[in-house]
């Protein structure tokens, strides 16, 4: 388990979050990756997208099985030329390699699909390859208190 995960599950544990680790011991890069070894509703699995327009980064959180609708996007960020961000910039910009986004542990602005609202519980990376974290909703939106609307296309 890396630091930036460990740091996360204090963080959690002090504020009395309820969450479940998930190790799969095996890197799970993509949603795709984590349904194949994902006993669960598919649904439930969500994914963290870092996107930018070349002057800063923001985070989209959805369903993994859904398709970010760039436009809904950019009206909800009030940016034009939002693109998905370079395997390189998350690297130098964010410290991070692809797979280890966690919408709990990055200081983006993020934007939450609105469908979440439909879940009980959703499950997501941790910040560590080989890790998941699954919480509650309500105690997901509480601790990222993100902008919440439709994001996915249609």
Same mark, same amino acid.
């Given at each position: =388990?890396?630091?930036?995960?460990?740091?996360?599950? @204090?963080?959690? /544990?002090?504020?009395?979050?309820?969450?479940?680790?998930?190790?799969? /011991?095996? $890197? =799970?890069?993509?949603?795709? @990756?984590?349904?194949?070894?994902?006993?669960?509703?598919?649904?439930?699995?969500?994914?963290?997208?870092?996107?930018?327009?070349?002057?800063?980064?923001? +985070? $989209?959180?959805?369903?993994?099985?859904?398709?970010?609708?760039?436009?809904?996007?950019?009206?909800?960020?009030?940016?034009?030329?939002?693109? =998905? $961000? /370079? +395997?390189?910039?998350?690297?130098?910009?964010? /410290?991070?390699?692809?797979?280890?986004?966690?919408?709990?542990?990055?200081?983006?602005?993020?934007?939450?699909?609105?469908?979440?609202?439909?879940?009980?519980?959703?499950?997501?990376?941790?910040? @560590?390859?080989?890790?998941?974290?699954? =919480?509650?909703?309500?105690?997901?939106?509480?601790?990222?208190?993100?902008?919440?609307? @439709?994001?996915?296309?249609?």
């Amino acid at each position: =388990m890396n630091s930036s995960l460990q740091t996360l599950l @204090d963080k959690l /544990k002090r504020g009395g979050v309820e969450f479940r680790l998930i190790d799969e /011991k095996t $890197a =799970m890069i993509s949603s795709r @990756d984590v349904e194949k070894v994902f006993a669960g509703d598919p649904r439930e699995i969500w994914k963290t997208l870092v996107l930018t327009d070349e002057k800063e980064f923001f +985070a $989209a959180f959805l369903c993994g099985r859904d398709r970010l609708d760039v436009k809904k996007l950019e009206k909800a960020f009030g940016v034009n030329n939002i693109r =998905m $961000a /370079k +395997a390189r910039e998350l690297r130098e910009r964010l /410290k991070l390699q692809p797979g280890e986004v966690c919408p709990l542990s990055i200081s983006l602005r993020l934007v939450c699909d609105s469908s979440v609202t439909g879940f009980k519980k959703i499950n997501f990376g941790s910040g @560590d390859m080989e890790y998941g974290i699954e =919480m509650r909703v309500d105690d997901v939106l509480k601790f990222l208190k993100p902008e919440i609307m @439709d994001i996915r296309e249609d």
